[in-house]
Protein backbone atom coordinates (compact mmCIF):
# COMPACT_ATOMS: atom_id res chain seq x y z
CA UNK A 1 0.00 0.00 0.00
CA UNK A 2 1.07 3.63 0.20
CA UNK A 3 0.97 4.94 3.13
CA UNK A 4 1.89 8.62 1.73
CA UNK A 5 -1.89 9.87 1.41
CA UNK A 6 -2.35 9.93 5.48
CA UNK A 7 0.25 12.29 5.95
CA UNK A 8 -1.04 15.41 7.55
CA UNK A 9 -0.21 18.46 5.23
CA UNK A 10 -1.15 21.52 5.03
CA UNK A 11 -4.92 22.44 4.84
CA UNK A 12 -6.01 18.95 6.46
CA UNK A 13 -9.45 18.93 7.82
CA UNK A 14 -10.25 16.07 10.02
CA UNK A 15 -13.51 16.27 9.65
CA UNK A 16 -13.01 15.87 5.67
CA UNK A 17 -11.40 12.47 6.71
CA UNK A 18 -13.66 9.06 6.06
CA UNK A 19 -12.68 7.02 9.10
CA UNK A 20 -14.41 3.83 7.01
CA UNK A 21 -12.02 4.62 4.03
CA UNK A 22 -8.60 2.89 3.14
CA UNK A 23 -6.50 5.50 1.60
CA UNK A 24 -3.89 4.31 -0.50
CA UNK A 25 -4.90 0.37 -0.58
CA UNK A 26 -5.90 -0.60 -3.94
CA UNK A 27 -9.54 -2.22 -3.50
CA UNK A 28 -10.43 -2.74 -7.32
CA UNK A 29 -10.87 -6.13 -8.28
CA UNK A 30 -10.56 -7.29 -5.21
CA UNK A 31 -13.63 -9.21 -3.50
CA UNK A 32 -12.48 -9.47 -0.24
CA UNK A 33 -9.92 -6.41 0.68
CA UNK A 34 -10.32 -7.50 4.29
CA UNK A 35 -8.67 -10.67 3.25
CA UNK A 36 -5.88 -9.54 1.11
CA UNK A 37 -5.11 -6.79 3.73
CA UNK A 38 -4.39 -9.37 6.51
CA UNK A 39 -2.51 -11.07 3.94
CA UNK A 40 -0.56 -8.53 2.65
CA UNK A 41 0.00 -7.43 6.63
CA UNK A 42 1.30 -10.91 7.27
CA UNK A 43 3.46 -11.33 4.16
CA UNK A 44 5.49 -7.77 5.69
CA UNK A 45 6.63 -9.23 9.19
CA UNK A 46 9.88 -10.84 7.60
CA UNK A 47 10.97 -7.77 6.39
CA UNK A 48 9.39 -5.80 9.53
CA UNK A 49 11.47 -8.31 11.45
CA UNK A 50 14.73 -7.90 9.69
CA UNK A 51 15.08 -4.32 9.46
CA UNK A 52 14.59 -4.17 13.19
CA UNK A 53 17.16 -6.88 13.55
CA UNK A 54 19.16 -4.51 11.62
CA UNK A 55 18.44 -1.87 13.43
CA UNK A 56 19.43 -3.39 16.65
CA UNK A 57 22.89 -4.66 15.54
CA UNK A 58 23.78 -0.99 13.86
CA UNK A 59 23.88 0.06 17.70
CA UNK A 60 26.18 -2.35 18.84
CA UNK A 61 28.38 -1.12 16.24
CA UNK A 62 28.38 2.84 17.67
CA UNK A 63 24.96 3.87 15.40
CA UNK A 64 22.63 6.54 17.21
CA UNK A 65 19.44 5.71 15.22
CA UNK A 66 16.25 4.45 16.93
CA UNK A 67 12.51 5.11 16.05
CA UNK A 68 9.41 6.39 17.97
CA UNK A 69 5.98 5.17 16.92
CA UNK A 70 3.41 7.52 18.73
CA UNK A 71 0.35 6.05 18.67
CA UNK A 72 -3.00 8.44 19.78
CA UNK A 73 -6.61 8.00 19.22
CA UNK A 74 -9.77 7.82 21.08
CA UNK A 75 -11.10 5.11 23.44
CA UNK A 76 -11.65 1.85 20.87
CA UNK A 77 -9.90 3.26 18.05
CA UNK A 78 -7.54 -0.41 18.42
CA UNK A 79 -4.23 1.06 19.86
CA UNK A 80 -4.50 -1.94 21.50
CA UNK A 81 -4.80 -4.07 18.03
CA UNK A 82 -1.72 -2.20 17.15
CA UNK A 83 0.77 -3.25 20.11
CA UNK A 84 -0.40 -7.12 19.30
CA UNK A 85 -0.47 -7.24 15.60
CA UNK A 86 1.89 -4.78 14.38
CA UNK A 87 4.42 -3.84 16.99
CA UNK A 88 4.00 -7.73 18.40
CA UNK A 89 5.70 -9.53 15.14
CA UNK A 90 8.66 -7.72 16.29
CA UNK A 91 11.20 -8.80 18.65
CA UNK A 92 10.31 -8.04 21.87
CA UNK A 93 13.99 -7.78 22.90
CA UNK A 94 13.77 -4.31 20.15
CA UNK A 95 10.82 -2.82 21.61
CA UNK A 96 10.02 -1.18 24.47
CA UNK A 97 6.51 -0.30 24.62
CA UNK A 98 5.23 2.92 26.89
CA UNK A 99 1.55 3.06 27.86
CA UNK A 100 1.01 7.06 29.80
CA UNK A 101 -1.86 6.73 32.33
CA UNK A 102 -3.10 10.06 34.22
CA UNK A 103 0.22 11.41 35.59
CA UNK A 104 0.71 10.29 38.81
CA UNK A 105 1.61 12.96 41.33
CA UNK A 106 5.36 12.99 40.66
CA UNK A 107 5.17 13.44 37.67
CA UNK A 108 2.75 16.36 37.88
CA UNK A 109 5.48 18.04 40.15
CA UNK A 110 7.64 18.28 36.20
CA UNK A 111 6.94 20.12 32.97
CA UNK A 112 4.64 17.70 30.92
CA UNK A 113 7.44 16.62 28.86
CA UNK A 114 9.60 15.15 31.63
CA UNK A 115 8.21 11.53 32.00
CA UNK A 116 8.10 11.11 28.04
CA UNK A 117 11.52 12.16 27.68
CA UNK A 118 12.49 9.09 30.25
CA UNK A 119 11.20 6.69 27.92
CA UNK A 120 12.47 7.37 24.62
CA UNK A 121 13.99 5.11 22.94
CA UNK A 122 17.61 4.64 22.85
CA UNK A 123 19.73 3.59 19.79
CA UNK A 124 18.88 0.19 18.08
CA UNK A 125 15.19 0.11 19.78
CA UNK A 126 11.80 0.73 18.60
CA UNK A 127 10.11 2.82 21.22
CA UNK A 128 6.35 2.72 21.03
CA UNK A 129 3.90 5.49 23.29
CA UNK A 130 0.36 4.03 23.59
CA UNK A 131 -0.90 7.53 23.88
CA UNK A 132 1.69 10.47 24.85
CA UNK A 133 2.57 14.24 25.46
CA UNK A 134 -0.45 14.62 23.15
CA UNK A 135 -2.83 14.02 25.94
CA UNK A 136 -1.66 17.08 27.61
CA UNK A 137 -2.92 19.22 24.89
CA UNK A 138 -6.06 17.53 24.27
CA UNK A 139 -7.26 16.27 27.34
CA UNK A 140 -5.82 19.98 28.48
CA UNK A 141 -7.76 21.72 25.49
CA UNK A 142 -11.36 19.37 26.44
CA UNK A 143 -11.43 19.60 29.97
CA UNK A 144 -9.51 23.11 30.22
CA UNK A 145 -7.27 21.90 32.07
CA UNK A 146 -4.50 24.51 30.90
CA UNK A 147 -4.67 27.76 30.10
CA UNK A 148 -4.64 29.16 26.33
CA UNK A 149 -1.44 30.48 27.27
CA UNK A 150 -0.28 27.60 28.57
CA UNK A 151 -1.49 25.09 25.54
CA UNK A 152 0.13 27.54 23.51
CA UNK A 153 3.64 26.83 25.21
CA UNK A 154 3.46 23.42 24.89
CA UNK A 155 2.52 23.55 21.16
CA UNK A 156 5.67 24.96 20.29
CA UNK A 157 7.31 22.92 22.88
CA UNK A 158 6.41 19.82 21.47
CA UNK A 159 7.70 20.22 17.66
CA UNK A 160 11.02 21.67 19.63
CA UNK A 161 11.63 18.38 21.49
CA UNK A 162 10.41 16.70 18.74
CA UNK A 163 12.85 18.28 16.07
CA UNK A 164 15.21 17.33 19.16
CA UNK A 165 14.91 13.72 19.03
CA UNK A 166 14.91 14.03 14.88
CA UNK A 167 18.84 15.47 15.41
CA UNK A 168 19.28 12.67 17.67
CA UNK A 169 18.90 10.24 15.56
CA UNK A 170 15.45 9.15 16.23
CA UNK A 171 12.41 8.81 13.91
CA UNK A 172 9.42 9.88 14.82
CA UNK A 173 6.41 8.30 13.49
CA UNK A 174 2.95 10.37 14.74
CA UNK A 175 -0.19 8.28 14.18
CA UNK A 176 -3.92 9.48 14.56
CA UNK A 177 -6.31 6.26 14.64
CA UNK A 178 -9.35 8.50 13.57
CA UNK A 179 -12.30 6.17 14.61
CA UNK A 180 -15.72 7.23 13.54
CA UNK A 181 -18.65 7.95 16.32
CA UNK A 182 -21.00 4.67 14.95
CA UNK A 183 -17.72 2.50 15.19
CA UNK A 184 -16.76 3.55 18.46
CA UNK A 185 -20.54 3.35 20.27
CA UNK A 186 -20.37 -0.69 18.29
CA UNK A 187 -17.36 -1.20 19.91
CA UNK A 188 -17.80 0.29 23.56
CA UNK A 189 -21.43 -1.83 23.29
CA UNK A 190 -19.43 -4.98 22.50
CA UNK A 191 -17.44 -4.48 25.87
CA UNK A 192 -20.88 -4.10 27.80
CA UNK A 193 -22.22 -7.11 25.85
CA UNK A 194 -19.48 -9.57 26.77
CA UNK A 195 -17.98 -10.42 30.37
CA UNK A 196 -15.00 -11.20 29.45
CA UNK A 197 -14.35 -8.01 27.52
CA UNK A 198 -15.97 -5.74 30.97
CA UNK A 199 -12.32 -5.21 32.24
CA UNK A 200 -11.60 -2.77 29.04
CA UNK A 201 -14.84 -1.10 29.82
CA UNK A 202 -15.16 1.87 32.33
CA UNK A 203 -17.99 4.42 32.91
CA UNK A 204 -15.42 7.27 31.81
CA UNK A 205 -15.71 6.22 28.12
CA UNK A 206 -19.08 7.52 27.52
CA UNK A 207 -18.15 10.59 29.63
CA UNK A 208 -15.16 11.41 26.98
CA UNK A 209 -17.77 10.26 24.02
CA UNK A 210 -20.10 13.24 25.52
CA UNK A 211 -17.33 15.41 24.78
CA UNK A 212 -16.85 13.91 20.79
CA UNK A 213 -16.79 17.27 18.80
CA UNK A 214 -14.71 19.13 21.35
CA UNK A 215 -11.91 15.98 20.76
CA UNK A 216 -11.97 16.44 17.50
CA UNK A 217 -11.60 20.23 18.19
CA UNK A 218 -8.91 19.35 20.00
CA UNK A 219 -7.16 17.15 17.63
CA UNK A 220 -7.80 19.17 14.25
CA UNK A 221 -6.09 22.20 16.24
CA UNK A 222 -3.07 19.80 17.86
CA UNK A 223 -2.68 18.05 13.75
CA UNK A 224 -2.28 21.62 12.96
CA UNK A 225 0.12 23.20 15.25
CA UNK A 226 2.28 20.02 15.53
CA UNK A 227 2.33 18.62 11.95
CA UNK A 228 6.08 19.56 10.52
CA UNK A 229 7.72 18.75 7.44
CA UNK A 230 9.92 16.60 9.75
CA UNK A 231 8.08 15.14 12.04
CA UNK A 232 4.33 14.57 10.25
CA UNK A 233 1.37 13.29 11.64
CA UNK A 234 -0.31 10.57 9.79
CA UNK A 235 -4.38 10.21 10.30
CA UNK A 236 -5.26 6.17 9.79
CA UNK A 237 -8.64 6.09 9.44
CA UNK A 238 -9.43 3.12 11.86
CA UNK A 239 -12.85 1.55 11.63
CA UNK A 240 -11.47 -1.42 9.43
CA UNK A 241 -8.66 -2.42 12.04
CA UNK A 242 -7.04 -5.14 9.30
CA UNK A 243 -6.37 -1.10 7.61
CA UNK A 244 -4.98 0.49 10.07
CA UNK A 245 -2.63 -2.34 11.03
CA UNK A 246 -1.31 -2.38 7.56
CA UNK A 247 -1.05 1.32 7.44
CA UNK A 248 1.08 1.31 10.90
CA UNK A 249 2.91 -1.68 9.73
CA UNK A 250 4.27 0.01 6.52
CA UNK A 251 4.54 3.20 8.20
CA UNK A 252 6.48 1.67 10.44
CA UNK A 253 9.08 -0.18 7.52
CA UNK A 254 9.34 3.21 6.02
CA UNK A 255 10.47 4.63 9.22
CA UNK A 256 13.32 2.17 9.53
CA UNK A 257 14.03 1.75 5.56
CA UNK A 258 14.68 5.66 5.89
CA UNK A 259 17.42 4.99 8.17
CA UNK A 260 18.29 1.87 5.92
CA UNK A 261 20.48 0.01 8.64
CA UNK A 262 23.57 -1.68 8.42
CA UNK A 263 25.53 -4.75 9.40
CA UNK A 264 28.06 -3.88 11.47
CA UNK A 265 31.71 -4.74 10.79
CA UNK A 266 33.09 -7.24 13.30
CA UNK A 267 35.74 -5.31 15.08
CA UNK A 268 37.64 -8.42 15.86
CA UNK A 269 39.77 -10.66 13.87
CA UNK A 270 37.57 -12.83 12.40
CA UNK A 271 40.54 -15.22 11.22
CA UNK A 272 41.93 -15.24 14.98
CA UNK A 273 38.95 -15.95 16.17
CA UNK A 274 38.27 -18.94 13.94
CA UNK A 275 41.12 -20.37 15.19
CA UNK A 276 40.68 -19.87 18.64
CA UNK A 277 37.31 -21.46 18.29
CA UNK A 278 39.07 -24.33 16.80
CA UNK A 279 41.09 -24.76 19.78
CA UNK A 280 38.75 -24.35 22.62
CA UNK B 1 4.66 -32.49 26.35
CA UNK B 2 5.34 -33.66 29.76
CA UNK B 3 7.23 -31.07 31.42
CA UNK B 4 7.60 -32.21 35.01
CA UNK B 5 10.27 -34.03 34.00
CA UNK B 6 12.59 -31.17 33.27
CA UNK B 7 12.15 -30.21 37.31
CA UNK B 8 15.68 -30.40 39.34
CA UNK B 9 15.17 -32.71 42.18
CA UNK B 10 17.09 -33.97 44.81
CA UNK B 11 20.71 -36.23 44.10
CA UNK B 12 20.13 -34.53 40.30
CA UNK B 13 22.83 -34.72 38.45
CA UNK B 14 24.00 -31.75 35.46
CA UNK B 15 26.39 -33.92 34.56
CA UNK B 16 23.34 -36.79 33.49
CA UNK B 17 21.63 -34.36 31.50
CA UNK B 18 21.84 -35.25 27.68
CA UNK B 19 21.43 -31.56 26.56
CA UNK B 20 20.45 -33.23 22.72
CA UNK B 21 17.77 -35.49 24.34
CA UNK B 22 13.91 -33.99 24.45
CA UNK B 23 12.57 -36.01 27.69
CA UNK B 24 9.02 -35.37 27.67
CA UNK B 25 8.27 -35.35 24.47
CA UNK B 26 6.46 -38.49 22.46
CA UNK B 27 9.14 -39.26 19.16
CA UNK B 28 7.89 -43.10 19.13
CA UNK B 29 6.39 -43.46 15.59
CA UNK B 30 6.83 -39.66 14.42
CA UNK B 31 9.32 -39.55 11.78
CA UNK B 32 9.87 -35.59 12.15
CA UNK B 33 9.63 -34.80 15.89
CA UNK B 34 10.85 -31.09 14.92
CA UNK B 35 8.43 -31.08 12.87
CA UNK B 36 5.42 -32.09 15.31
CA UNK B 37 7.48 -30.08 17.81
CA UNK B 38 7.15 -26.98 15.82
CA UNK B 39 3.82 -27.69 15.40
CA UNK B 40 2.94 -28.24 19.07
CA UNK B 41 4.30 -25.20 19.88
CA UNK B 42 2.39 -23.76 17.47
CA UNK B 43 -1.08 -25.03 18.10
CA UNK B 44 -0.26 -23.59 22.16
CA UNK B 45 -0.17 -19.97 21.50
CA UNK B 46 -3.53 -19.20 21.25
CA UNK B 47 -4.00 -21.03 24.68
CA UNK B 48 -0.84 -19.05 26.11
CA UNK B 49 -2.71 -15.95 24.88
CA UNK B 50 -5.67 -16.27 26.35
CA UNK B 51 -3.85 -17.36 30.01
CA UNK B 52 -1.70 -13.74 29.76
CA UNK B 53 -4.93 -11.95 28.88
CA UNK B 54 -7.02 -13.24 32.21
CA UNK B 55 -3.93 -12.44 33.87
CA UNK B 56 -4.06 -8.96 32.84
CA UNK B 57 -7.39 -8.52 33.40
CA UNK B 58 -7.35 -10.01 36.73
CA UNK B 59 -5.10 -7.33 38.16
CA UNK B 60 -7.19 -5.01 37.18
CA UNK B 61 -9.86 -6.34 39.18
CA UNK B 62 -7.34 -5.90 41.75
CA UNK B 63 -5.40 -9.71 41.56
CA UNK B 64 -1.88 -10.20 42.85
CA UNK B 65 -0.81 -12.63 40.38
CA UNK B 66 1.97 -11.72 38.37
CA UNK B 67 4.26 -14.74 36.35
CA UNK B 68 8.66 -14.30 36.36
CA UNK B 69 10.10 -16.20 33.88
CA UNK B 70 13.87 -16.60 34.59
CA UNK B 71 15.85 -18.11 31.65
CA UNK B 72 19.74 -18.67 32.15
CA UNK B 73 22.39 -20.57 30.40
CA UNK B 74 25.61 -20.51 28.31
CA UNK B 75 26.08 -18.14 25.28
CA UNK B 76 23.99 -19.60 22.57
CA UNK B 77 22.49 -21.61 24.47
CA UNK B 78 18.79 -20.11 22.74
CA UNK B 79 18.02 -17.34 25.34
CA UNK B 80 17.04 -14.94 22.11
CA UNK B 81 14.94 -17.70 20.39
CA UNK B 82 13.00 -18.19 23.48
CA UNK B 83 12.45 -14.21 23.49
CA UNK B 84 11.19 -14.30 20.01
CA UNK B 85 9.35 -17.36 19.69
CA UNK B 86 7.97 -18.21 22.79
CA UNK B 87 7.77 -14.36 24.61
CA UNK B 88 7.46 -13.11 21.66
CA UNK B 89 4.05 -15.10 20.69
CA UNK B 90 2.44 -13.22 24.13
CA UNK B 91 0.55 -9.54 23.19
CA UNK B 92 3.61 -6.89 24.18
CA UNK B 93 1.85 -4.84 26.28
CA UNK B 94 1.52 -7.46 28.79
CA UNK B 95 5.28 -8.61 29.24
CA UNK B 96 8.31 -6.76 30.45
CA UNK B 97 12.14 -8.20 29.27
CA UNK B 98 14.99 -7.73 31.20
CA UNK B 99 18.27 -8.43 29.98
CA UNK B 100 20.94 -8.01 32.57
CA UNK B 101 24.23 -7.33 31.72
CA UNK B 102 27.67 -6.47 33.42
CA UNK B 103 26.31 -4.48 36.88
CA UNK B 104 26.76 -0.87 36.15
CA UNK B 105 29.18 1.32 38.85
CA UNK B 106 25.68 1.89 40.79
CA UNK B 107 24.34 -1.47 40.57
CA UNK B 108 27.69 -2.45 42.54
CA UNK B 109 27.10 0.06 44.62
CA UNK B 110 24.12 -1.93 45.99
CA UNK B 111 23.66 -5.85 47.08
CA UNK B 112 23.44 -7.98 43.69
CA UNK B 113 19.57 -8.71 44.30
CA UNK B 114 18.94 -4.78 44.02
CA UNK B 115 18.93 -3.95 40.47
CA UNK B 116 16.77 -6.94 40.26
CA UNK B 117 14.08 -6.01 42.57
CA UNK B 118 13.63 -3.49 40.86
CA UNK B 119 12.55 -5.27 37.73
CA UNK B 120 10.01 -7.52 39.19
CA UNK B 121 6.61 -7.73 37.46
CA UNK B 122 3.80 -5.94 38.55
CA UNK B 123 0.50 -7.48 39.27
CA UNK B 124 -0.60 -9.01 35.84
CA UNK B 125 2.38 -9.31 34.41
CA UNK B 126 4.72 -11.94 32.90
CA UNK B 127 8.41 -10.57 33.93
CA UNK B 128 11.07 -12.34 31.50
CA UNK B 129 14.85 -12.51 32.77
CA UNK B 130 17.65 -13.06 30.24
CA UNK B 131 20.16 -13.65 32.59
CA UNK B 132 19.28 -12.77 36.08
CA UNK B 133 20.67 -12.60 40.09
CA UNK B 134 21.82 -16.42 39.26
CA UNK B 135 25.48 -14.79 37.36
CA UNK B 136 26.20 -13.49 40.72
CA UNK B 137 27.04 -16.56 41.70
CA UNK B 138 27.77 -18.44 38.33
CA UNK B 139 30.75 -15.65 37.32
CA UNK B 140 30.88 -15.21 40.93
CA UNK B 141 32.26 -18.40 41.88
CA UNK B 142 34.16 -19.10 38.56
CA UNK B 143 36.00 -16.05 38.08
CA UNK B 144 36.00 -15.84 41.95
CA UNK B 145 34.46 -12.07 41.95
CA UNK B 146 32.93 -13.29 45.52
CA UNK B 147 34.60 -15.23 48.35
CA UNK B 148 32.98 -18.61 49.64
CA UNK B 149 31.56 -17.15 52.82
CA UNK B 150 29.68 -13.87 50.35
CA UNK B 151 28.30 -17.37 47.84
CA UNK B 152 27.39 -19.20 50.94
CA UNK B 153 25.31 -16.07 51.71
CA UNK B 154 24.24 -15.53 48.35
CA UNK B 155 22.64 -18.65 48.03
CA UNK B 156 20.27 -17.99 50.86
CA UNK B 157 19.54 -14.57 50.32
CA UNK B 158 18.36 -15.78 46.49
CA UNK B 159 16.20 -18.55 48.54
CA UNK B 160 15.02 -15.64 50.35
CA UNK B 161 14.41 -13.65 47.93
CA UNK B 162 12.53 -16.19 45.74
CA UNK B 163 9.73 -16.94 48.30
CA UNK B 164 9.62 -13.85 49.07
CA UNK B 165 8.44 -13.08 45.53
CA UNK B 166 6.15 -16.17 45.77
CA UNK B 167 4.50 -15.45 48.68
CA UNK B 168 3.81 -11.68 46.87
CA UNK B 169 1.54 -14.17 44.40
CA UNK B 170 4.86 -13.99 41.83
CA UNK B 171 4.83 -17.52 40.58
CA UNK B 172 8.30 -17.66 39.46
CA UNK B 173 9.63 -20.22 36.49
CA UNK B 174 13.55 -21.26 36.41
CA UNK B 175 14.93 -22.14 33.34
CA UNK B 176 18.66 -23.20 32.53
CA UNK B 177 18.64 -23.47 29.04
CA UNK B 178 21.72 -26.70 28.94
CA UNK B 179 23.41 -26.67 25.53
CA UNK B 180 26.11 -29.02 24.74
CA UNK B 181 30.03 -27.95 24.38
CA UNK B 182 29.79 -29.41 20.65
CA UNK B 183 26.89 -27.49 19.59
CA UNK B 184 28.24 -24.33 21.24
CA UNK B 185 30.93 -24.67 19.28
CA UNK B 186 28.93 -25.25 16.13
CA UNK B 187 26.61 -21.97 16.89
CA UNK B 188 29.55 -19.63 17.84
CA UNK B 189 31.45 -21.30 14.40
CA UNK B 190 28.02 -20.12 12.27
CA UNK B 191 29.07 -16.42 14.09
CA UNK B 192 31.96 -16.57 12.83
CA UNK B 193 31.31 -17.69 9.77
CA UNK B 194 28.18 -14.65 8.24
CA UNK B 195 29.03 -11.43 8.42
CA UNK B 196 25.47 -10.86 9.23
CA UNK B 197 26.08 -12.47 12.50
CA UNK B 198 29.61 -10.92 13.88
CA UNK B 199 27.61 -8.57 15.83
CA UNK B 200 26.18 -11.50 17.94
CA UNK B 201 30.07 -12.52 18.76
CA UNK B 202 32.12 -11.17 21.19
CA UNK B 203 35.69 -12.82 21.71
CA UNK B 204 34.70 -13.39 25.41
CA UNK B 205 32.56 -15.94 24.62
CA UNK B 206 35.56 -17.81 23.29
CA UNK B 207 37.22 -17.38 27.04
CA UNK B 208 34.19 -17.97 29.10
CA UNK B 209 34.01 -21.37 26.61
CA UNK B 210 37.39 -22.56 27.62
CA UNK B 211 35.90 -22.40 31.52
CA UNK B 212 33.41 -24.72 30.61
CA UNK B 213 33.98 -27.18 33.04
CA UNK B 214 34.23 -24.35 35.65
CA UNK B 215 30.92 -23.31 34.65
CA UNK B 216 28.77 -26.54 34.25
CA UNK B 217 30.34 -27.17 38.25
CA UNK B 218 29.24 -23.95 39.08
CA UNK B 219 25.49 -24.81 37.53
CA UNK B 220 25.51 -27.81 39.25
CA UNK B 221 26.04 -25.86 42.69
CA UNK B 222 23.66 -23.83 41.96
CA UNK B 223 20.83 -26.13 40.83
CA UNK B 224 21.57 -27.91 44.04
CA UNK B 225 21.65 -24.97 46.04
CA UNK B 226 18.33 -23.13 45.00
CA UNK B 227 16.21 -25.56 43.62
CA UNK B 228 13.58 -25.90 46.49
CA UNK B 229 10.25 -26.74 46.68
CA UNK B 230 8.27 -23.85 46.07
CA UNK B 231 11.08 -22.68 43.25
CA UNK B 232 12.60 -25.38 41.57
CA UNK B 233 14.81 -25.31 38.82
CA UNK B 234 14.04 -26.63 35.11
CA UNK B 235 17.16 -28.10 33.17
CA UNK B 236 15.97 -27.78 29.37
CA UNK B 237 18.01 -29.80 27.08
CA UNK B 238 19.06 -27.57 24.34
CA UNK B 239 20.59 -28.65 21.65
CA UNK B 240 17.36 -28.72 19.99
CA UNK B 241 15.34 -25.12 19.62
CA UNK B 242 12.80 -26.91 18.98
CA UNK B 243 12.11 -28.53 21.61
CA UNK B 244 13.42 -25.67 24.46
CA UNK B 245 11.11 -23.59 23.18
CA UNK B 246 8.30 -26.00 23.03
CA UNK B 247 9.45 -27.07 27.09
CA UNK B 248 9.58 -23.38 27.93
CA UNK B 249 6.06 -22.76 26.68
CA UNK B 250 4.69 -25.49 28.67
CA UNK B 251 6.54 -24.42 31.92
CA UNK B 252 5.23 -21.15 31.44
CA UNK B 253 1.39 -21.66 30.28
CA UNK B 254 1.57 -23.81 33.10
CA UNK B 255 2.46 -21.18 35.74
CA UNK B 256 -0.84 -19.53 34.27
CA UNK B 257 -2.64 -22.47 34.72
CA UNK B 258 -1.77 -22.54 38.60
CA UNK B 259 -2.51 -19.15 38.94
CA UNK B 260 -5.78 -19.91 37.27
CA UNK B 261 -6.61 -16.14 37.07
CA UNK B 262 -10.35 -15.34 35.91
CA UNK B 263 -12.10 -12.35 34.17
CA UNK B 264 -13.19 -9.93 36.73
CA UNK B 265 -16.70 -8.61 37.32
CA UNK B 266 -17.86 -4.93 36.41
CA UNK B 267 -17.17 -2.71 39.37
CA UNK B 268 -20.10 -0.81 37.30
CA UNK B 269 -23.69 -1.30 36.26
CA UNK B 270 -23.90 -2.81 33.15
CA UNK B 271 -27.15 -2.25 32.32
CA UNK B 272 -26.90 1.33 33.36
CA UNK B 273 -23.97 1.93 31.45
CA UNK B 274 -25.74 0.08 28.13
CA UNK B 275 -28.60 2.63 28.67
CA UNK B 276 -25.97 5.79 28.67
CA UNK B 277 -24.00 4.52 25.51
CA UNK B 278 -27.10 4.15 23.87
CA UNK B 279 -28.04 7.93 24.44
CA UNK B 280 -24.55 9.08 23.45
Redo the contacts between chains.
Keep these: MDASTLRVGPGFRLADADPGSTPGFATEGRRSPKKHGTAELESHVGRLAELQERLF?AS??GARDAVLLIVQGMDTAGK?GI??HV??AV???G?V?T?FKKPTEEELAHDFLWRVERRVPAPGLIGVF?RSHYEDVLIGLVRSLASDEELERRYGAIVDFERGLVERGIRVVKIMLHVGRDEQ?KR??ER?ER??K??K???GD?DE??LWDDYQTAYQVALERTSTEEVPWNVVPADKKWFARLAVQQLLIEALESIDPQ????D?D?EH??E??AG?
Excluded at 263 to 266: D, E, L
Design positions: ATGGMRVGDPQVIADKLGLPDHWYNPVRLWPAAFVEKRLS
